[in-house]
């Protein structure tokens, strides 16, 4: 897949919205919102060690960017509901994908981190050799 380098830069508009999209909670977000509408409070239940900002913060860039429709539902308190919309379900399937791949590399890509991490620790001192001085 062949991208222009444009769309790195820092003011694209397409970077900006894959920024949003692939943000820490927004794919998990949808796939919740996918299932039927979701309360606030439901929502963050669902999303172990989401704060309230941050899911408040996620949720409105989701309804900004018209992924997620944002309905008040006329009870006693009066509470928020929140929905997928159209458009936000045409994430569902590459949203899908990329969470099956997840799950099908995750031992090849704890093997690397261990790879990775192993290397860090042999590497520690920056080549400096500890022991015998000859000064």
Known sequence: MELEPICFS???RSRGLFDQIADKWSAMVLAILSERPHRFNAIRRRLEGVSQKALTQCLRRLERNGLINRRVVSLS??????????LGRTLQMPLRALHQWTLDNLVEVDVAREAFDDRQSDDAFGGVQVGNRTD
């Open 10 to 12: 820092s003011d694209c």
């Open 77 to 86: 308190p009066v509470a928020v509901e929140y929905e997928i919309t159209p």
